[in-house]
């Protein structure tokens, strides 16, 4: 079975226009097929302050009313993707800028109301691995922005982690699939205070005793649940870290496996 | 030799929710391949002036600076371009939305200042008809913005009655190309106060008498342009007219030939 690597990067490499340019050259230099997901956030909230739209958050999300969803697809499907695919394209790789819309490639529905709205949310249905797999027999590289759609013609607001995994267990259909979640850490780390102390492997048992030990808690709860999802769903490995690892550049990060 | 057609609509079409919504809808129901190119002025110029870009003009054409580049990405790149193809979806045409960077599908470079320095426009240098045409062949309808980039990074606003005859051209070498352009009047008028005034056939020798009469001037001369140069390099037929000419439900409209 072909090998695929999905990389997902954050809004730490994204906004940052040095870094991004690093990271992208990088990436064009990985062999074998490869499919980027990026998120975005900082840009997205710049635009609606210069706009005045007010940034809705609830429990640490966004909600995303019209106004904002309109800011998240001229930021994160106009600017910041065709910027990456541009930069890409210089570096001699071949990428192709999508949203779930473009090619049906990822179908949601938006999120049902239970305490909260979340507005323009998607949650994933369906992720369209054929078209996606016949883009990479073009020789094309994919690279998907955090928005999906739900084939009404409603666009709709997607983590990008979540679209990282579910493209992920899509793709194992075909590949055999890595999923690399690039962060600002250089992994999961044993005392948050302590840059040295990546645990280096990671299976569900060991995953739940630290769980349970509380080492593993907060923000890192959500990632780990995306990893574990894709695991289970086919996907063969997942790898947590900041961008070195994706150029075989250090050793330091986290690989979990079921 | 199949048969494709290319259609181009403008920003009267564009910037109107439910008039767009209407074309889109009948757009997908035409058979066979096709590929939509769109603009998309007003909806950047409004967020110029929200944001507070002052709109630099000269002789008619927009000075692309920096942040109108920025605001054009988001706008046709993102906003527009994104809502196309969601709604293309809807309507059960499998639409892949793409600017020029995106695939490679259009090389241009920055345009050379001579007497004026347009900013960031570009002038085609090639269309990729091969990638295309794979993309069609996965039976992708692509939608194209407004937007190409130098294969240097570099993301370049360029004019959409251009982008659809380049990609016209192009096209010719694999299928027998139509290209319509879809626009405010029925078609050219032979007088401008009277909208049945439509000249339905017009050749080179017509259109040089036209021109010389002064019924073909002003705005309507870099669009006759674009369709004579797009014939003289393999377009079969180039049709401009409103919307109604893409769903036969008119015969009022101008069709070109050599």
Same mark, same amino acid.
């Given at each position: 079975?072909?090998?695929?690597?999905?990389?997902?990067?954050?809004?730490?490499?994204?906004?940052?226009?040095?870094?991004?340019?690093?990271?992208?050259?990088?990436?064009?230099?990985?062999?074998?097929?490869?499919?980027?997901?990026?998120?975005?956030?900082?840009?997205?909230?710049?635009?609606?302050?210069?706009?005045?739209?007010?940034?809705?958050? $609830?429990?640490?999300?966004?909600?995303?009313?019209?106004?904002?969803?309109?800011?998240?697809?001229?930021? *994160?499907?106009?600017?910041?993707?065709?910027?990456? !695919?541009?930069?890409?394209?210089?570096?001699?790789?071949?990428?192709?800028?999508?949203?779930?819309?473009?090619?049906?490639?990822?179908?949601?529905?938006?999120?049902?109301?239970?305490?909260?709205? *979340?507005?323009?949310?998607?949650?994933?249905?369906?992720?369209?691995?054929?078209?996606?797999?016949?883009?990479?027999?073009?020789?094309?590289?994919?690279?998907?922005?955090?928005?999906?759609?739900?084939?009404?013609? $409603?666009?709709?607001?997607?983590?990008?982690?979540?679209?990282?995994?579910?493209?992920?267990?899509?793709?194992?259909?075909?590949?055999?699939?890595?999923? *690399? *979640?690039?962060?600002?850490?250089?992994?999961?780390?044993?005392?948050?205070?302590?840059?040295?102390? !990546?645990?280096?492997?990671?299976? $569900?048992?060991?995953?739940?005793?630290?769980?349970?030990?509380?080492?593993?808690?907060?923000?890192?709860?959500?990632?780990?649940?995306?990893?574990?999802?894709?695991?289970?769903?086919?996907?063969?490995?997942?790898?947590?870290?900041?961008?070195?690892?994706?150029?075989?550049?250090?050793?330091?990060?986290?690989?979990?496996?079921?």
């Amino acid at each position: 079975m072909a090998k695929i690597k999905v990389i997902k990067i954050g809004g730490n490499i994204v906004g940052d226009a040095e870094r991004l340019k690093k990271f992208l050259a990088d990436f064009s230099a990985m062999k074998g097929d490869k499919i980027l997901v990026h998120g975005g956030g900082k840009l997205a909230t710049q635009l609606a302050s210069q706009l005045g739209i007010e940034v809705k958050m $609830q429990e640490g999300r966004r909600i995303t009313d019209q106004e904002t969803l309109k800011i998240i697809t001229m930021v *994160y499907g106009g600017l910041t993707n065709k910027n990456i !695919v541009a930069h890409l394209q210089n570096f001699g790789c071949n990428a192709i800028g999508l949203s779930g819309a473009d090619a049906n490639t990822i179908k949601a529905h938006k999120r049902l109301v239970r305490d909260i709205d *979340y507005g323009f949310a998607g949650d994933i249905d369906e992720v369209n691995s054929k078209t996606i797999k016949g883009l990479i027999e073009l020789g094309l590289t994919p690279v998907f922005c955090a928005i999906s759609h739900d084939r009404n013609g $409603q666009l709709l607001n997607t983590n990008a982690d979540t679209i990282a995994a579910e493209v992920s267990i899509a793709m194992s259909q075909h590949f055999q699939t890595s999923l *690399y *979640y690039v962060f600002e850490e250089t992994g999961v780390l044993r005392d948050v205070d302590d840059k040295d102390s !990546v645990i280096r492997d990671i299976d $569900q048992i060991h995953y739940e005793k630290l769980k349970h030990d509380g080492i593993i808690a907060d923000g890192m709860l959500p990632k780990m649940h995306n990893c574990f999802q894709a695991l289970k769903n086919g996907v063969d490995k997942v790898c947590i870290g900041n961008e070195q690892m994706i150029d075989d550049s250090t050793e330091k990060f986290t690989t979990l496996t079921l």
